[in-house]
């Protein structure tokens, strides 16, 4: 169908995407069935459908809004470059915006993490991630050092690689992973705990998991331990107390690379450039970040690598290539919207302003579970945060967890706030603009769609 020329209606909207348009996370049942939220304009805070309604955006797009939507400072940044030099190989050349931007990365990474490699997004980072330290094992000539150890309820991406290292087991599909490649520890949310159990017995059992799995497999068959410091998408899981450092002396002691995947906690969700350093006290060999980099306006990632790691590898013996990269590696424009990001981040003192409000918004999340019952757990950091309920004691399937977290999901739309349902759980990292009375208007919605949808559910 010619399209050009002609403006689509509403119902064209909805069929040429029904039809045409695989989104993420698809489910097969509901291919070219299900019709998506059409949404239209964003400022600041807010997004507004087709049909003109205004939400808060909970979930910030998709962990990433950090600035909010709307600025012109950032249009005008994306417009210059465009007109002055929208796209360079970086096989043969570098930009200003490239070399600019990769140095103002490696003042704001934690210890020697100074060699940065551009990438289109997250699981591209995490790929290169792990593609480095196999190569550096290569180097070392140390072949068969190539497991890598991810954690259930991880989330690493879409690619081959990062798919392969991602935890979340509900989300077992028939697309195939590199499964030679990666072990899995166990759940390491401390709500999961048994209840007799201390946090500081949790946080031993997990390294006991950590060195076990070792001890099975083998140091001399390890390459990486791949963590993100908050596990995100497996529903905001704060590990326990020194869980971060422990892991990171085992790691060094087994010369097994830590790989910190910060493509949620970076760029100031939790207060701070990094949360390895600042929030967790360790620095990682390698770090991954996207998302909040250029808050949402352009695609870009990066793998950070400590030099270190860089040494072992240019110091091995016999040349070689890093024979890894993309043909939007170092985009001009994306690199330009992440110097402008950062430019507004620190002028506007956002990270500071996270700080500031990170109590407030902490203290309304846990109202909520003073308030509500079928409230199980609330957890978070910065401006991450978690509803977990309680299974429904007359069915606990994964069904059913789905169906109350969709029909929350839906209360709170209606009401004009968007979340993010996992199962029982709903998830939010708003925009980090977010000012403290607009944290109480997400969670007096949030109260609201509660209150509609605990009402006759069955609690334990
Ligand atoms: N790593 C983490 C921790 C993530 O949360 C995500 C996405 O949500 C990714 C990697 C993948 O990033 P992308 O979707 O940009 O490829």
Redesign the pocket.
Same mark, same amino acid.
């Given at each position: 169908m010619n399209t050009l020329g002609n403006t689509p209606t509403d119902g064209d909207l909805v069929d040429w995407d029904r039809d045409h348009n695989l989104h993420p996370w698809a489910d097969t049942a509901g291919f070219g069935a299900t019709e998506y939220m059409r949404v239209n304009t964003a400022d600041g805070i807010y997004l507004w459908d087709a049909s003109g309604k205004r939400y808060i955006d909970g979930p910030g797009g998709?962990?990433c809004t950090q600035i909010g939507y709307g600025r012109q400072d950032m249009a005008d940044a994306i417009s210059a470059q465009v007109m002055q030099m929208p796209y360079a190989s970086p096989w043969s050349f570098t930009t200003e915006p490239a070399a600019v931007l990769a140095r103002m990365i490696a003042e704001r990474t934690p210890g020697d993490l100074n060699t940065v490699h551009f990438t289109t997004?997250?699981?591209?980072a995490?790929d290169t991630a792990l593609r480095t330290a196999l190569f550096m094992n290569k180097r070392l000539g140390r072949p068969n050092k190539k497991i890598i150890i991810g954690r259930e309820k991880g989330?690493?991406?879409?690619t081959f690689l @990062?798919a392969t290292v991602t935890g979340k087991e509900r989300f077992e599909t028939s697309f195939d992973k590199a499964q030679d490649l990666v072990r899995f520890l166990p759940d390491v949310n401390p709500y999961h705990r048994p209840n007799d159990m201390s946090l500081e017995d949790w946080c031993n059992a997990k390294i006991a998991d950590l060195e076990n799995l070792i001890a099975e497999v083998g140091a001399d068959k390890i390459a990486a331990f791949i963590a993100?410091p908050i596990l995100?998408?497996g529903g905001v899981i704060v590990p326990p107390p020194g869980y971060h450092k422990r892991t990171l002396e085992i790691c060094r002691a087994h010369d097994i690379l830590y790989i910190s995947?910060e493509?949620?906690t970076g760029f100031g969700r939790l207060g701070h450039w990094f949360a390895s350093e600042d929030v967790f006290g360790i620095v990682p060999d390698i770090i991954t970040c @996207?998302?909040g980099l250029t808050s949402g306006y352009l695609p870009l990632?990066a793998c950070i690598i400590s030099d270190a790691v860089i040494k072992r590898i240019s110091d091995a013996p016999g040349d070689d290539v890093f024979y890894n990269g993309y043909t939007y590696t170092g985009h001009p424009v994306s690199c330009a919207a992440a110097i402008k990001n950062i430019e507004i981040m620190e002028s506007e003192d956002i990270l500071g302003h996270v700080q500031r409000v990170t109590p407030h918004f902490r203290a309304r999340l846990q109202q909520i579970k003073d308030r509500f019952p079928i409230v199980g757990d609330v957890r978070g950091d910065g401006l991450l945060g978690c509803i977990e309920c309680r299974p429904d004691l007359n069915d606990q399937s994964y069904e059913a967890d789905v169906k109350f977290g969709q029909k929350l999901d839906d209360a709170c739309e209606e009401l004009g706030l968007l979340l993010r349902p996992f199962g029982n759980m709903a998830v939010f990292s708003p925009p980090l603009i977010i000012t403290p009375d607009q944290i109480d208007d997400m969670f007096d919605i949030m109260e609201a769609g509660m209150t509609r949808v605990s009402e006759g559910y069955e609690k334990s």
């Open positions: 998709m962990w997004g997250g699981s591209t995490v989330y690493h991406g879409s @990062a993100e995100c998408s995947d493509v949620v @996207a998302k990632g």
